[in-house]
């Protein structure tokens, strides 16, 4: 988790949305910004926006492993992105139909997640 806010610290003008012990579940990351964003007219910069792209493209060819997803969006002059991490303690391998079974471990002793996609 930390690389990652690291990551975007170092390479453009997006912000961790709070102190990384915020995101101490740690099932997702919210960076934002509102640099070229009109703040008069609630209206968000396409360059914020084009900038949030890049960051997705940037960040799978990185820390692809490490993550679940993607919501990029709106809020008048904000542009958000939201980094959905793959679960830290099984990181993506438990299988949902041992969770959905109530199964307290599944046969090769992942911890059951809901959080997390699974290969199941």
């Given amino acids: ?30 960076f934002t910004t509102r640099d070229n964003g009109n703040v008069g007219d609630e209206t968000f910069g396409e360059k914020d926006w084009n900038e949030g792209e890049r960051l997705v493209v940037e960040l799978m060819r990185v820390f692809g492993e490490e993550i679940n997803g993607f919501n990029l969006d709106t809020c008048d002059e904000w542009v958000n992105l939201d980094v959905v991490l793959k679960c830290w303690r099984c990181k993506g391998e438990m299988r949902i139909e041992d969770y959905e079974h109530g199964d307290l471990y599944s046969e090769d002793g992942k911890m059951p997640c809901p959080t997390c996609e699974g290969n199941g």
């Avoid at 390479?11 to 102190?19: Q, V, Y």
């Fill in 1 to 30: 988790m930390k690389d990652i806010v690291n990551y975007i610290h170092k390479n453009s003008w997006f912000t961790l949305d709070g102190d990384l012990e915020d995101f101490d579940d740690g099932d997702e990351l919210l």
